[in-house]
């Protein structure tokens, strides 16, 4: 289980970013092509790790939400 950012970029497509993975970030078109991107991007991003034996980074990520 990650984490993942979701937001519109300016030219339109959503940008999905996994802050505990720094790197794995993937877009779409709509929210839900960004996030089976997104799935697809960290499948990738943690075989690769295992490939290199690289140890694979916990989950850290806490979001909060701050009105000003």
């Given at each position: ?43 990738g991003y943690v075989a690769a790790l295992k490939e290199d034996g690289i140890p694979i980074p916990k989950e850290h990520f ?7």
């Open positions: 289980m990650r984490q993942v950012m979701l937001y519109k970029g300016e030219d339109g497509y959503w940008i999905a970013e996994c802050p505990s993975l720094p790197g794995c970030i993937s877009q779409g078109k709509s929210k839900e092509e960004a996030i089976a991107n997104m799935k697809e991007a960290i499948r806490n979001s909060l939400l701050v009105a000003v």
